[in-house]
């Protein structure tokens, strides 16, 4: 049963995000769109990313930059499919949260999930440079509204 609803989960996801771009051009992480229509919004697990940025041993500042950059890159490639359905387009990132080693598994349990930070746009804004790039070099991109609403893990200096 539980292969089942793994195959399940997996169209749904396929299918509400309307395929997969390239896995170049996209950071790691599902993307699933809850509300196609009015205010749109989209979910974006960023854990992949996170525990990637994590092992790297990368600054507070360097992470958050990672994270914001690869909202922005979202966010624009799925602006074009809702231009017609929604007024807005906001997408939440959020981490899955770890904890103590489980003595009886060897892994890190979970402690939930994390609501780091949403970034929102209208459906109708054009953009002078890349957003993405402009999140790298430390700017907040105009058209863009971000929101942090939660903290980094904590073994992140």
Same mark, same amino acid.
């Given at each position: 049963m539980p292969n089942v609803f793994k195959i399940v989960l997996a169209s749904f996801v396929f299918l509400a995000t309307g395929g997969v771009l390239a896995a170049d051009t996209m950071p790691q992480g599902s993307v699933v769109v809850t509300k196609a229509r009015g205010d749109a919004l989209a979910i974006w697990d960023a854990t992949p990313v996170l525990a990637g940025l994590v092992s790297r041993k990368a600054s507070r500042g360097e992470v958050m930059r990672e994270l914001e950059s690869g909202a922005a890159t979202i966010v624009v490639s799925k602006l074009p499919a809702y231009k017609k359905t929604a007024r807005t387009l906001t997408l939440l990132v959020l981490y899955a949260k770890t904890g103590a080693i489980s003595p009886t598994y060897n892994v890190a349990t979970f402690e939930g999930v994390e609501?780091?930070?949403?970034?929102? *746009?209208?459906?109708? !804004?054009?953009?002078?440079?890349?957003? *993405? *790039?402009?999140?790298?070099?430390?700017?907040?991109?105009?058209?863009?509204?971000?929101? !942090? !609403?939660?903290?980094?893990p904590p073994e992140i200096q």
């Open positions: 609501r780091l930070l949403t970034l929102k *746009a209208s459906t109708q !804004v054009h953009f002078a440079s890349d957003p *993405a *790039a402009e999140f790298r070099s430390g700017k907040t991109p105009s058209g863009l509204e971000l929101h !942090v !609403v939660g903290d980094l």
